[in-house]
């Protein structure tokens, strides 16, 4: 036996599992990609007794071992085949202890792929409270493995599942529900082409071989043949399987559970949704906390963001100092530093949405939240499905487009997908919180409402109506005949988990600072080079000039002119050229030349528009110190000499950066997911069209 044990963690959808997963991973988890799928891995690492090490696999939530969707399918493609990479050598099936006997369905069908396979009961304590009663010990004599009682929300018998671990080497040696019965011709032609005895994995190959790589073209044209001469009906042999293994866990759990409390079993929740679901007290109450997230975000923030800024500030004119004058100098304080400070600088804001996010989906509110909208979405051509992902987009669009291929409707999909990039991201905020505290004064209505904080709030909504909007066009343009439905099981209330809500917040800011940093530190470095740099008898001809003015003026007038000097060179740089090359096309949105480079370089991704900003007017020159939105307030129109950022100019740019497609990493994965060029360019140019046509009309009504 290696000294790395591979475990998959597998089970349910809202059993715990992911839970579990941080608990025994720690911090010393990573997420990739199940090889040649876009689906999200969880691999992370733990120790057991013994000092042996665990490699631990979060397989996607499934019912059961026949998906409906392509996320649900790799908890198959990876217990099914011994060649995939991530083929375990132990299954921890996770279980809901308060409901038991439809969670044991999976894990029956899991244990009857031969495996080795350790149950863990979760959320004891909680079944315990509502009056459930489980005979542990009679449950793992009569299923033939361990069984482990836990609560993963208060670490409780963790260690005992280690144990566990530790002590299983082998399969279940009891028979398990008869599936012989269900097709034998066909089951027998199977066995013999693949040569095994293995009678569920044989059933298993006849309903899906088309998801399992490990056979050629010949065996899948053979098991398709094998199918079509013993009329193998695949829905009815599931639904009869599924009826054959209900009965076996009938004789199974008899005098293992006893339900003393069946009355007040989620009676608390009940009370609660119907308040909380209410159709018109439910949406009144999401919008209220709505506002209070996003008051928060202003309002709590405010002090770390001023040390943060504070410390660049300091770093910068202490850098200028007392490191030696010179290029490199330049390069590490205006261009890598600026960039960087103009990132970390939002960390309080991004953990404080994350946190709240964390705490919505932990107590199970974003369920119902899902719940709520759903009649809403479908009369705007979109399924409560499509609500996971659009609400998941808040964070971020990438993942959230990837959790749409849960969506079995073709249409339903692809509109999901072509509107998710629409509502305001992570990325967007440092754009938004920055051009806000320009343009918007930092006043209480009421004496508790932060103005800031309302006009964010307004910023997400308009997003959200947007692509609300969107999606019914859509919705018309696109012809399908398919329905779609919507099914799905609200977890009962709970107290959020503050260890995992503070893990979230730290992996997140986390994220945030490393994958947008190394964008933002490969920006700064090329805009900075791009804005120091020109053609070179433009720069002689400026300096000419300059040295002409200086020996006329007096001593107290040179820093003026240096002042002078760096902005004119930086107009007439690289950077500059390019500036101006745009701003015929952007000015009628309220847009300067500077505005014009920020818009290109945040292409690469969103929060580059804050970077790119700090490195110019670093670039440009100013007072030692001064941080990056005094000198954006101090920005002046040379032609008005009215200020750069008026409340014109900031909505519309807050506008143009709500409805822009301005991600790399989400026009990648759109491709990816819908396998053409054709949906990433129509979401190009529709959201590109979208944007200018808004801040054009915007600029124009309120200049």
């Not at 979760?122 to 459930?132: H, L, Q, R, S």
């Amino acid at each position: 036996m290696t000294s790395t044990i591979k475990i998959a963690l597998v089970g349910n959808p809202n059993t715990g599992k992911s839970t579990l997963f941080n608990i025994l991973t720690g911090l010393n988890q990573k997420i990739g990609n199940f090889p040649g799928i876009t689906v999200d891995k969880k691999l992370g690492y733990c120790k057991l007794p013994g000092g042996r090490q665990a490699e631990i696999i979060d397989l996607p939530g499934t019912y059961s071992l026949y998906p409906k969707s392509r996320d649900e399918r790799i908890a198959f493609q990876v217990l099914a085949d011994s060649t995939n990479p991530s083929y375990p050598d132990l299954v921890v099936v996770i279980a809901d202890a308060t409901n038991l006997r439809r969670n044991l369905l999976l894990y029956t069908q899991v244990a009857d792929l031969g495996l080795p396979v350790l149950l863990a009961l979760n959320m004891t304590d909680m079944a315990k409270k509502e009056g459930i009663d489980i005979n542990v010990d009679k449950l793992s004599e009569r299923l033939g493995v361990q069984v482990v009682p836990i609560s993963a929300r208060s670490n409780q018998g963790i260690d005992k599942l280690k144990a566990a671990i530790v002590n299983t080497t082998m399969a279940t040696q009891l028979p398990g529900a008869d599936m012989d019965h269900l097709a034998p011709g066909a089951l027998q032609h199977t066995r013999e082409l693949l040569q095994t005895d293995h009678t569920y994995l044989c059933l298993q190959v006849l309903h899906q071989h088309e998801h399992l790589g490990r056979y050629t073209e010949l065996e899948h044209e053979a098991l398709e043949e094998i199918k079509r001469i013993n009329n193998f009906d695949v829905s009815k042999l599931q639904a009869a399987e599924t009826i054959a293994r209900y009965r076996y866990l009938s004789s199974v759990l008899s005098g293992v559970v006893v339900d003393t409390g069946a009355k007040r079993k989620f009676a608390f929740s009940d009370k609660i949704d119907a308040v909380l679901t209410n159709r018109f007290w439910g949406f009144i109450i999401f919008f209220l906390i709505l506002f209070f997230i996003f008051n928060a975000i202003f309002s709590w923030s405010t002090f770390p963001m001023d040390l943060i800024e504070g410390g660049f500030g300091w770093l910068t004119e202490y850098g200028h100092e007392h490191l030696p004058e010179g290029l490199l100098t330049d390069l590490f304080l205006d261009g890598i530093l600026a960039g960087l400070g103009g990132i970390v600088i939002f960390i309080p804001q991004i953990a404080i949405l994350f946190a709240f996010i964390s705490i919505l989906e932990d107590t199970g509110y974003m369920a119902r939240v899902t719940f709520m909208m759903d009649k809403i979405m479908r009369k705007f051509g979109l399924s409560g499905k499509s609500v996971v992902p659009m609400i998941g987009s808040l964070a971020c669009a990438v993942p959230s487009i990837m959790s749409a291929r849960n969506i079995e409707n073709w249409k339903d999909r692809i509109i999901t997908i072509m509107v998710s990039p629409l509502v305001s991201c992570s990325a967007r905020l440092p754009v938004y919180t920055l051009l806000i505290s320009l343009i918007i004064p930092e006043k209480m209505l009421f004496g508790f409402i932060n103005l800031q904080g309302l006009t964010l709030m307004g910023m997400y909504l308009i997003s959200i109506i947007a692509a609300i909007l969107v999606a019914w066009v859509m919705k018309i343009i696109i012809k399908a005949k398919e329905k779609s439905y919507f099914i799905m099981e609200l977890p009962v209330y709970r107290m959020p988990r503050w260890k995992n809500v503070i893990f979230t917040m730290y992996e997140k800011s986390r994220t945030f600072v490393f994958e947008a940093g190394k964008v933002i530190i490969a920006i700064s470095i090329v805009l900075w080079v791009l804005a120091t740099y020109g053609p070179p008898e433009r720069f002689a001809a400026i300096d000419r000039k300059y040295e002409q003015i200086e020996a006329q003026k007096i001593e107290t007038e040179i820093a003026t002119l240096e002042r002078d000097r760096s902005a004119e060179k930086l107009e007439n740089s690289y950077a500059g050229i390019l500036g101006h090359v745009l701003e015929p096309m952007i000015k009628p949105l309220g847009f300067d030349w500077k505005i014009g480079i920020a818009l290109v370089t945040s292409f690469a991704a969103r929060e580059a528009f804050v970077g790119t900003m700090a490195t110019i007017y670093s670039v440009e020159g100013g007072e030692e110190g001064t941080t990056i939105r005094n000198k954006m307030l101090a920005a002046r129109n040379p032609d008005t000499g009215l200020p750069v950022f008026t409340f014109a100019t900031g909505f519309s740019l807050m506008l143009f950066y709500a409805f822009a497609m301005q991600c790399m990493s989400t026009v990648a994965v759109v491709f990816r997911e819908t396998k053409t060029w054709k949906w990433p360019i129509i979401q190009i140019i529709y959201m590109t069209a979208l944007a200018y046509v808004a801040s054009l009309i915007a600029y124009q009504l309120l200049k």
